[in-house]
């Protein structure tokens, strides 16, 4: 569903109120290099150093480890994800209950306790594995549950005579739902997807909690070794920001592409429920 048209009146509120924001971030920002600049934290050495080949490599190395760990956890929470979806709106009501404690479960866990179960909690249950694995494992059983819903919202936001049609014709339930309901729903769900992997990916920098020397750890001991923990770490910011932005810009295309070819709005799991059960009870009866 789209939202109104902005009218006039709302346009110029707007316009108004994103130059008040405008100005107040610049107002801030010249603060903060005025601070900067007061502190001497604007000496061209303390910037330079992040520059060096030796120092860009060692921070490289960090990233790429943040973008394994964000690869491998996104690909297992998609596959889980699309399984979960699958089992909460199956026929058989002890999968549907399964599926829907996972969910609930791990979605109501803060991501930074199953980070700490799996690094300190699984080594004493004799599951003893490196520390990029423990992050991969807490990543892909929260974002499981998160994905779980939005591929349940991507397939239930579709009409219901999809469904229908696709039993007019022969199908079963799970070939409907495999060759019929599934392929239309993923071309809603790609923005909703795209976004929450987005999220995912600076969940990655929790890794350094627990010691790994992913992309913002590297940062943190750069900015030890060479004396300059604020530049080695605003760096390691805008690299993150960069990366996110890249993105979140990408699902935003994704979306506008998908609304402007198929007409469909972009996925909503939080409060929705009420709608996703009323949908659920229609594709069961």
Do not use: H
């Amino acid at each position: 569903m789209f939202a109104d048209e902005l009218g006039p009146r709302a346009r110029r509120r707007v316009q108004i109120v994103s130059a008040i924001a405008f100005v107040a971030v610049a107002a801030i920002v010249a603060l903060a290099v005025r601070r900067f600049a007061a502190e001497g934290q604007l000496a061209p050495e303390l910037w330079t150093v992040l520059f060096i080949p030796e120092v860009l490599r060692f921070l490289a190395l960090g990233l790429l480890v943040t973008l394994r760990a964000a690869l491998t956890a996104g690909f297992f929470a998609l596959l889980i994800g699309g399984l979960l979806a699958l089992g909460r709106l199956a026929r058989s009501a002890p999968i549907r209950w399964a599926a829907g404690a996972y969910v609930e479960f791990f979605r109501a866990l803060p991501l930074l306790t199953l980070l700490i179960f799996a690094a300190f909690g699984l080594p004493k249950l004799g599951l003893d594995y490196s520390r990029l694995t423990y992050v991969i494992i807490a990543l892909a059983v929260y974002n499981s549950a998160v994905l779980g819903e939005i591929f349940r919202a991507g397939i239930l936001s579709l009409e219901r005579g999809q469904s229908e049609a696709a039993y007019a014709v022969g199908l079963t339930y799970w070939q409907a739902m495999l060759l019929v309901i599934v392929p239309q729903a993923l071309r809603r769900m790609v923005p909703a997807v795209v976004s929450q992997l987005v999220t995912l990916i600076k969940d990655t920098s929790l890794g350094a909690i627990i010691g790994l020397e992913e992309f913002l750890r590297r940062g943190q001991l750069e900015g030890e070794f060479d004396r300059n923990p604020l530049q080695a770490l605003l760096f390691v910011a805008l690299v993150y920001i960069l990366l996110c932005y890249a993105l979140s810009r990408l699902a935003r295309r994704l979306e506008q592409r998908q609304r402007r070819r198929y007409s469909a709005g972009a996925i909503q799991v939080a409060g929705a429920g009420e709608d996703l059960a009323v949908n659920e009870e229609l594709a069961r009866t």
